[in-house]
């Protein structure tokens, strides 16, 4: 990945194809894609697929929330797009990447909904995407527009959890 020269924002690595959130629904796919022909039945604990449904629809929630955020800050949801405000109120308060966190639950509250282990053993995928291509594309430009102050915001907020 090239880094961004001051006038200009970096350029995305060929990983770097797809929205985000497309990451999680391709990988979530391909498991159910494989349970198709290879169960693996997740463990019927009583109770369990309630919460998990809870949980994906507090989650799910959740996501068009922080997308009001930027829309008030009047800032671009597009990560190809340069950043204009750089939030650090509401969840951004306790992670980086709060709308990405919210896809990982609602991934796993899915997979427990679904029944299928196997979305579990490729959700490693998109979080490798989003950990080691996506998210430094993304703070490579806001490291450019913001400077000192992301790098401020970085060492008080982890980028997960």
């Known amino acids: 990945m090239s880094m961004p020269s001051a006038t200009s924002p970096a350029h995305p690595s060929p990983l770097f194809i797809l929205p985000p959130p497309l990451y999680f629904g391709v990988s ?26 809870v949980v994906l629809v507090v989650a799910a929630i959740g996501i068009p929330c922080q997308a009001i955020t930027f829309l008030v800050r009047r800032t671009t949801l597009n990560p190809f797009a340069a950043p204009t405000a750089l939030l650090e109120k509401g969840l951004y308060r306790l992670s980086r990447n709060p709308m ?52 401020a915001y970085c060492a008080r907020v982890r980028r997960w959890i």
């Open 28 to 53: 979530f796919g391909a498991a159910m894609l494989v349970h198709h022909f290879v169960p693996l039945a997740f463990p019927e604990l009583p109770y369990l697929h309630l919460v998990a449904l």
């Open 100 to 151: 990405y966190v919210s896809l990982a639950i609602i991934y796993l509250a899915g997979m427990i909904v679904a029944g299928s282990v196997w979305p579990l053993a490729l959700l490693p995928i998109p979080l490798l995407i989003m950990d080691r291509v996506v998210i430094p594309f993304e703070e490579a430009n806001m490291r450019l527009t913001f400077g000192g102050t992301f790098d």
